[in-house]
């Protein structure tokens, strides 16, 4: 029989993070929202119970593991647990998610090309992501900062912007070229630790939203890094290299999927509650055309939270089985990047200047909301590739 059911553990983990939110991550929102680019200090303790509740205890033992599993396997693993845990944390706060010491998205890129020397060495570092450069958003394939082996090192020279965690974390993914002549498949990504000769941090964003994550420029010149800190091949091959690095993606996706849903969700609880004291509540046992227009909008936002949020399982479970999760992972980053932001502005509509106030979180939701929308891949970007896999295209056909 199918079950539309999340499973058990899923709903564990989720549960217990929930309230460990609630009690310690909602009530500092406000102040790091106000206070941008202050670290905050609640969080320095706090992380390893929420890393370990993630999944992020589990990472070792998933990517152990993942060599054993077979495709036919159905099991619950660290990438469905972690993006329980996203969903939960980012219910409680998306900015102190991404601040949270330990995790960063750069994270996710180690778990997923790292071999298990360089996951020894790096895998319990806070890793940050440097994808994004002045001249290279979307088409990843423009980066235009280099890796060129001298010896038994790779000196990199560029610059990347918007790096989430890039100021507070303990090392960076970069993504750089070892030869541009050789297009795509040159592309390769390497793990540049802080306070590596070269590198510096050279400038803090101000945001509109997820203002207690730090973002940042980072500048290298001349950086040389152990040849050994290329994750992954290190070979150019024409057929298939780029996939290697853009494989993080499949990890990072669903995760911002997750981060998008637990917003959505904290603006529709609070929505919810609110209404309900003013004698507002849903009847669901009651047809369409008797419901009033808000308990149809209430219902409708409750059916597309738990769409996204099947979505989200869905992909974490293909990944913990060994399916390719490609489609999925752009399918929930786009369902979730655009539904996210509707529904927290239909929050704000229904509530009007109670969403609008600083007196309460809902303005800063919509305001957090909006970057799961854009970093990890654009919306538009993520239906490019869901178009691409279901039609079968390349990226000469449709782009
Ligand atoms: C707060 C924040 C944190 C970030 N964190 C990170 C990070 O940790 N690491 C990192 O590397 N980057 C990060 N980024 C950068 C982010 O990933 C990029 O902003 C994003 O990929 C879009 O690139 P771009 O800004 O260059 O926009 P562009 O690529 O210039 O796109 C501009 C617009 O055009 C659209 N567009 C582009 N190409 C197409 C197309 N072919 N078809 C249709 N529409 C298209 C896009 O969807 C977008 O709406 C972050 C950004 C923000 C705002």
Known sequence: MISFETPEMVDQVRNMLHSMV??????????????????????????????????????????????????????????????????????????????MPGGGLGNAAVDAVATDEQYERFGKKYCAMAITEPGCGSDASAV??????????YVINGEKIFVTDG?????????????????????????????????RVEKLERKCGIRASDTATLVFEDCRIPKTNLLGDPEIRPEGGFKGVMATFDATRPLVAAMALGCAQAAYDFTKEILAKEGIIPRYDRGTLELSAVERDLLWMEAQLEVIRLMVIRAGWMADNGRPNNLEASMVKAKAGKYGNIIVQKCVELLGPIGYSRDYLLEKWMRDNKVNDIYEGTQQIQMIVVARRILDYGRDMLS
């Open 22 to 99: 609630n009690n310690i991550v909602r009530p500092i929102a406000r102040y790091y929202d106000d206070h941008e680019h202050e670290r905050p200090k609640e969080l320095e303790a706090f992380a390893p119970i929420m890393q370990a509740g993630m999944g992020g205890g589990g990472r070792k033992s998933a990517k152990k593991e993942k060599k054993e599993i077979k495709a036919t396997d159905d099991r619950i693993g660290a990438n469905a647990i972690s993006v329980a845990g996203a969903e939960e944390m980012a219910w409680g706060d998306v900015g102190l998610m991404l601040a």
């Open 144 to 153: 235009t900062t280099t890796a060129v082996l001298d010896g038994d090192e």
């Open 167 to 199: 100021d507070r974390c303990e090392a960076v993914v970069v993504w750089a070229t070892l030869d541009k002549s050789k297009g795509r498949a040159a592309i390769k990504s390497f793990v540049v630790e802080k306070g590596t000769p070269g590198f």
